[in-house]
């Protein structure tokens, strides 16, 4: 949608689905990306996993060096830590899924 103005999304959705959203918050010290899943099934009232999405986010002025990716979701409030990739200001990385919504702090 922004993309035909001119402006570029910061976190683009890799995995081929349209029933995963993402959206972005970000402060001085960390981003949050909320991930969102549309994959309902109204036959049976129930959300279909969304499993291993990969997503790309533009870091833009947002310093690269020493950074952590958690993903907390209701299953696991703890959270847990992702391996991921930055090259040319952008991070990389793939959550291992997403069942109603989930949340990456990236800081």
Same mark, same amino acid.
């Given at each position: 949608?922004?993309?035909?103005?001119?402006?570029?999304?910061?976190?683009?959705?890799?995995?081929?689905?349209?029933?995963?959203?993402?959206?972005?918050?970000?402060?001085?010290?960390? %981003?949050? =990306?909320? +991930?969102?899943?549309?994959?309902? $099934?109204?036959? !049976?009232?129930?959300?279909?996993?969304? /499993?291993? *999405? &990969? %997503?790309? =986010?533009? +870091?833009?002025?947002?310093?690269? $060096?020493?950074? !952590?990716?958690?993903?907390?979701?209701? /299953?696991? *409030? &703890?959270?847990?830590?992702?391996?991921?990739?930055?090259?040319?200001?952008?991070?990389?990385?793939?959550?291992?899924?997403?069942?109603?919504?989930?949340?990456?702090?990236?800081?």
């Amino acid at each position: 949608m922004l993309s035909g103005e001119g402006v570029e999304p910061e976190v683009r959705i890799v995995t081929d689905t349209k029933a995963l959203s993402a959206f972005e918050y970000e402060s001085d010290d960390r %981003l949050v =990306i909320h +991930l969102v899943n549309y994959n309902h $099934d109204l036959e !049976t009232d129930s959300t279909n996993i969304i /499993e291993n *999405p &990969e %997503l790309e =986010i533009a +870091l833009g002025e947002f310093p690269a $060096d020493g950074l !952590t990716v958690t993903y907390f979701t209701p /299953e696991t *409030p &703890e959270g847990q830590e992702l391996e991921f990739n930055v090259q040319d200001s952008t991070l990389s990385v793939t959550v291992p899924e997403v069942y109603i919504w989930g949340v990456l702090l990236i800081k």
